[in-house]
């Protein structure tokens, strides 16, 4: 079965520093990777996804994350934080059973210090 | 597109009573998920349907939560009686799932209802 795992229920960063959000996998088949944004009181958004093709995947608001297969990881970055990527983060595997529902991590907050 | 349609946006109601929840996804989309949202137990999926068919209702968490998608447009999830403890922030979603499994790939999210149970 699949599961999904995200360090950190928090994550504090200054604003024009590294945005790391961590997040590793288990899945018995290739797996569909996915982050997602909420703003506040707002629905979840796609940030990227990955999908067995290039490893670096870059998405939207200059977010990227890295597949390691040796690492079960889908790690999450930004070069520079911004104030505006104060949002909750989640990660999540697209599953392989019962029509391959979508897994979602436990999320974490992430807050930006000017 | 108007993505994803939730309503009510806010639904306030007193213990006891029937809360109807309701959705309308995306044009094309032929799979539909409800979720919940609580501090406590974090993004929960509740039941999600495939060409109209419920696939997983493993979520749900009693008999007194029910859902139906009569049709490719709409869906309900329906609360009766609703309980305190029912408070949380619903979302529904929609993807367009493959394949007669009705394989997943990105959700798009409505804006959610938050309901309060008194």
């Known amino acids: 079965a699949q599961s999904v795992t995200q360090l950190g229920s928090h994550v504090s960063v200054s604003e024009g520093a590294l945005v790391l959000l961590r997040c590793n996998y288990s899945?018995?088949?290739?797996?569909?990777l996915f982050w997602y944004v909420q703003y506040p009181n707002q629905g979840l958004q796609l940030l990227l996804k990955?999908?067995?093709?290039?490893?670096l995947v870059k998405g939207i608001n200059g977010f990227e994350a890295e597949f390691k297969k040796s690492e079960t990881s889908f790690h999450l970055t930004k070069p520079s934080a911004h104030m505006s990527d104060a949002a909750e983060y989640f990660c999540?595997?697209?599953?392989?059973?019962?029509?391959?529902?979508?897994?979602f991590g436990a999320g974490t907050r992430l807050f930006v210090k000017a | 597109d108007a993505g994803v349609i939730q309503s009510p946006r806010h639904e306030v109601t007193e213990m006891g009573q029937e809360v109807t929840l309701r959705c309308k996804p995306i044009s094309g989309h032929n799979s539909l998920f409800w979720y919940r949202q609580t501090m406590m137990r974090g993004l929960e999926l509740l039941i999600y349907f495939n060409n109209n068919v419920p696939i997983d209702d493993s979520g749900m968490p009693e008999d007194r939560f029910s859902a139906k998608m009569p049709n490719a447009s709409f869906s309900t999830l329906k609360i009766q009686p609703s309980e305190p403890r029912d408070s949380a922030v619903y979302f529904c979603?929609?993807?367009?799932?493959?394949?007669?499994?009705?394989?997943?790939?990105?959700?798009?999210f409505g804006p959610g209802t938050r309901l309060l149970v008194l």
């Open positions: 979603a929609s993807s367009l799932g493959r394949g007669v499994a009705g394989i997943q790939e990105t959700q798009y």
């Open positions: 899945s018995s088949v290739p797996p569909y």
């Open positions: 990955y999908t067995s093709a290039a490893t």
């Open positions: 999540a595997v697209r599953g392989n059973t019962g029509g391959f529902k979508t897994i």
